[in-house]
């Protein structure tokens, strides 16, 4: 082999595996991260005020890019279709233990992010992650029924009160198919994690009774409630809480057959280009005066201690926002129902084309 044969194969192997260790990571925090100013979220609409965002870019001169989801099944599938260059998404914790399982995530290096020590400990874990590594928390909060008393005559106590003819095309309830069958679930008395087909048929069937009175299912229905358009149903907490400050007519109610709860997370994922920047952005937004900003913005319930003994004293004692979970009779939270979720595809759209 001639002198520059040689010197031609020493500098593709030298490049080969150049290229090899840049494409390389740690489990933790395992993406090599762009020297780039620019951080791509993933998250709900109505879910971020652009005040915050607008106060990180201002103070780190990185550029957010906020894509949205109306649901996390939406969220799901463009993930794993993949080549979507987001740093981190917002997920629902049944999610993450999904997000987990299909190797999209990565474990999260805490050192980065010295401001989770304002994190309330009961939302840090999960029965899937007991080290927390996979997540931290964002926001929680459940579903729950609301009336307009200008609207409505009688007293809403529970799910089945939304299936009186009274109501007759005058219900709203969340686009959220393990809300809305979950409701059914809880009234029957099952779990609202069932896999049962029998008992998610009878789910189905019951819901197929309230048609008649479901308006629409929207998971932001606060303009509806404010405007009239809708007298009765069941809703985020966020959006009763914040259409009964417009409205005072508007009521919150905690089911009597129980409440559904959620917790929201911020996950990085596996691929995320910019790691350092999404560090950045998690640690700020859990800064206590700027976590009370988003709680008091959009009153989910807040799982940052010290951000939580800032807000306003209506918002902190509201048994909406903020429910004795100890008091309130069968409180579920959604899970990884594994195969049967395409049990659940299969009725959520069954339902909504009105079969």
């Known amino acids: 082999m001639n002198k520059i044969m040689k010197v031609m194969l020493l500098a593709c192997v030298f490049a080969f595996f150049y290229i090899l260790s840049a494409c390389g990571g740690d489990e933790a925090g395992g993406s090599k991260s762009s020297d780039e100013k620019v951080l791509n979220l993933f998250n709900w609409a109505e879910y971020l005020p652009e005040e915050v965002i607008h106060a990180f870019e201002?103070?780190?001169?990185?550029?957010?890019?906020?894509?949205?989801?109306?649901?996390?099944?939406?969220?799901?599938?463009?993930l794993q279709a993949g080549n979507t260059q987001y740093d981190i998404a917002v997920a629902t914790t049944f999610f993450v233990d999904i997000l987990v399982k299909e190797g999209l995530i990565q474990k999260i290096?805490?050192?980065?992010?010295?401001?989770?020590?304002?994190?309330?400990?009961?939302?840090?874990?999960?029965?899937?992650?007991?080290?927390?590594?996979?997540?931290?928390?964002?926001?929680?909060?459940?579903?729950?029924?609301?009336?307009?008393?200008?609207?409505?005559?009688?007293?809403?106590?529970?799910?089945?009160?939304?299936?009186?003819?009274?109501?007759?095309?005058?219900?709203?309830?969340?686009?959220?198919?393990?809300?809305?069958?979950?409701?059914?679930?809880?009234?029957?008395?099952?779990?609202?994690?069932?896999?049962?087909?029998?008992?998610?048929?009878?789910?189905?069937?019951k819901l197929v009774e309230l048609l008649p009175n479901i308006k629409a299912f929207n998971t932001e229905p606060k303009t509806m409630m404010i405007t009239g358009e809708v007298a009765a149903g069941m809703a985020w907490t966020a959006e009763v809480f914040n259409a009964q400050k417009e409205n005072p007519a508007i009521v919150p109610i905690i089911p009597e057959e129980g409440l559904i709860v959620f917790n929201d997370n911020f996950v990085i994922l596996k691929s995320a280009p910019h790691l350092e920047n999404?560090?950045?952005?998690?640690?700020?937004?859990?800064?206590?005066?700027?976590?009370?900003?988003?709680?008091?913005?959009?009153?989910?319930?807040?799982?940052?201690i010290e951000a939580y003994k800032l807000l306003p004293e209506d918002l902190k004692n509201n048994k909406v926002v903020y429910p004795d979970l100890d008091q309130v009779n069968n409180v579920q939270q959604a899970l990884d129902i594994g195969e049967a979720t395409q049990i659940y595809d299969r009725i959520y759209s069954e339902l909504k084309a009105g079969n």
Do not use: C
């Open 109 to 205: 290096n805490k050192e980065n992010i010295p401001n989770v020590k304002n994190l309330d400990p009961q939302f840090t874990t999960a029965d899937f992650d007991k080290e927390g590594h996979f997540f931290i928390p964002y926001l929680w909060g459940s579903g729950v029924l609301f009336q307009n008393t200008e609207l409505v005559d009688f007293e809403i106590k529970g799910y089945k009160d939304l299936f009186r003819p009274e109501l007759k095309d005058n219900v709203v309830l969340p686009d959220d198919q393990r809300g809305v069958i979950g409701l059914a679930l809880q009234m029957l008395g099952y779990s609202i994690n069932s896999t049962d087909e029998e008992e998610l048929e009878e789910a189905k069937e």
């Open 58 to 78: 201002e103070e780190t001169g990185i550029k957010v890019n906020y894509d949205t989801y109306s649901s996390n099944e939406e969220m799901m599938a463009k």
């Open 278 to 304: 999404a560090e950045k952005f998690i640690d700020f937004l859990l800064r206590p005066e700027i976590s009370k900003q988003i709680s008091t913005t959009y009153p989910y319930g807040n799982p940052n």
